[in-house]
Structures are given as C-alpha cells and as structure tokens.
C-alpha cells in the first residue's frame, strides 16, 4: 500500500517506521527541509525518536504536494497536532482516503476531527487511529493495541492492513465521535493524576494511591459523560481509547500530559513547565475547550473544571485537589 504520513513528529514518525516495517510504500513529509536533509543522512529523527532507526525503505520529503500524490489510492495520515488538522485536511483532495492521529477539540470551535472533516470535505472518507500508546515503545517494536474508527467500513480496514502486525495489532470501530472524546479527554485527566502523583508523599494526608485510583475511576466517568452526550457508545468508553488510553497516559512516566502535572505538584509555573517539555501536552490547550463543550451540553465535569481553574493560575494545586476529594457526598 501507498501511505503518506504528514508530519514528523515522535508518533507520525513511529507509524511511519511500522508501515515501514510491514513493507508498505511510505513517504514521511517534514515541513522543515533541513530536519529532512540531517533525516536523510543519518537515518535517525533526532528531534522527536533519537534512539529509533528509520527504516531504508522508509521516503523522506519536505514536499507536501509530493507527499499527498504519493498517497493518492493508497492512505494519508494526518500526524499533526490538533491545532494543524484543519489547514492540512483543506489542503487535501477530496479523493483521498485519510486517518488523523490528533487527539481533542479544536481551539475556538471546539469542534472533534470528524466535525473538521465533515465542515471542510463532506465527501471524503475519513477516521482516526488512537489507543493507548506511547511513540517511543511503537518505534521500538514493543507489543502495542490501537483502535482505527471510522463510519467507513472499508477505511478502517485499510488502516488493519496498513499498521497491523506481530507487535501491534489494530482493532476497529465505528464509532470515531467515542474514539475522538476519549483521545481529548484523557489528556486533562492524566494532568489532574499527575499533581495527585506529585503531590503523594509531601504529607501525611497527602493524597496517595487510592486518591489515584479515584481520579481515574471519576475521569472515566467524566469521559463517558460527555461522550454519550455528543453520540458515542458507551462501550467505547470500556475499550482501548477511553480506559486503554486513560490509563496510560495517567500513569505512564513517558506521558507528557502526566508530567505536566508532576511539575505543577513541584510548585513550577506552567509556562516553565512548557518550556522544559520542548514538546506538544495537548491536554494543556485542550482543557478549557473540553469544559467548553461540555458546559454547552449541559455535562458536569468537575476535574476538568478545576484543571482549567488551576492552569488558568485562579487555583492552586492543593486547593485543586482539596476541591475534588472534598465534594459532598451524592449517589455514583
């Protein structure tokens, strides 16, 4: 199969090696030349995957239009972040089939991927690839579970083919507005678990590991309130993308949105935190359009209410967590 993975960074990158791997056809588009150039030579991305080969096979382009003809009959992943996914799906021919592994709601609309892709290209065939999955691991080899949704049968058949192998295996499902809630709201959550990490220890009523698993249990909650509201399935919620991915990114020491919250624990400011990272935490720009669209819906969310208060800087870390342990009782 003919693939094109639009953007370099750590994950579009690992998929592009899978592919790779499975001996597809597959081109890598970088929009910096000179990235490209030093990919080429070395075989290495070291800005985003240092310790991972790129496959001989495995094409290197700075040419976006090239990229996207490379793909024409086979499949476009869009691997960029959430804030590149309309420019980049304006840009594409309505014939192509595509998958975009961006996870929240976009800022301003508040709109999912599937709302973007229905606004900008009614006709075209499109879903998203998600689950619980770190680039790092994927890049490596390591054993990983992903789930491709689509209301087109056959597109999420083609992302099987494309990415299914010994070490990683592909599910699918029709339900992206399920997958695409799940891959948004998780990354707050794994914030609001990373303070209740960072913070466990610092005293003798500090919040610990049953703190953690009640964030969790709550955030899936959360998760699956909103969810249904918007037209998921509930069982979706139960499966790689809601529980799957939550779990990971609450408590996988490669999250990024996890290590945010360490670092608020620690007393450092956000924009310091964001300076270190050197990379996307999605669930740092996705909070407040999260509590958005869900106060539009009439959905309760009460931790992702009060990570958008804390990162807001209108609540402090210890009153954050103070707040969502100390609601009133009230039936589960």
């Not at 089939?97 to 892709?117: D, N, S």
């Not at 698993?213 to 399935?233: S, Y």
């Not at 990162?311 to 707040?323: F, H, N, T």
């Amino acid at each position: 199969m003919k693939i094109s993975v639009l953007g370099a960074g750590a994950w579009g990158t690992a998929l592009a090696i899978q592919a790779a791997r499975a001996g597809h056809d597959v081109q890598l588009w970088a929009r910096d030349a000179e990235a490209v150039a030093q990919m080429r030579a070395t075989r290495r991305n070291a800005a985003y995957l240092p310790d991972s080969d790129l496959p001989g096979p495995l094409g290197l382009t700075a040419d976006r239009a090239a990229a996207v003809a490379h793909a024409a009959g086979g499949l476009t992943i869009i691997a960029t972040p959430m804030s590149g996914l309309r420019e980049t799906l304006a840009a594409l021919p309505a014939t192509q089939r595509v998958l975009w592994l961006c996870k929240g709601f976009e800022a301003g609309t508040g709109k999912l991927g599937h709302e973007i892709a229905r606004e900008l290209q009614p006709a075209m065939r499109v879903g998203v690839l998600s689950g619980p999955s770190f680039a790092q691991e994927v890049a490596a080899g390591r054993p990983t579970a992903l789930v491709a949704a689509s209301e087109d049968a056959g597109l999420a058949q083609a992302a099987v083919d494309a990415f299914h192998g010994e070490r990683l295996r592909v599910y699918t499902s029709a339900d992206p507005v399920g997958v695409e809630v799940g891959g948004a709201v998780k990354n707050v959550m794994a914030i609001a678990v990373g303070i209740c990490d960072g913070l466990s220890g610092a005293a003798p009523d500090a919040p610990g590991l049953n703190a953690r698993a009640a964030l969790i249990t709550r955030g899936l909650a959360e998760m699956l309130r909103l969810g249904v509201a918007l037209g998921a399935k509930v069982e979706t919620f139960m499966g790689l993308s809601g529980l799957g991915d939550l779990v990971l990114t609450a408590t996988g020491d490669l999250s990024r949105n996890r290590r945010v919250g360490l670092l608020l624990a620690q007393g450092l400011a956000l924009p310091q935190i964001l300076q270190q990272l050197g990379h996307v935490a999605e669930g740092v720009y996705s909070a407040p359009t999260v509590l958005a669209r869900a106060r539009a819906v009439g959905v309760e969310m009460p931790i992702t209410e009060g990570m958008v208060a804390l990162l807001d800087g209108r609540l402090q870390v210890g009153a954050a967590v103070d707040s969502l342990m100390g609601r009133e009782a009230r039936a589960e």
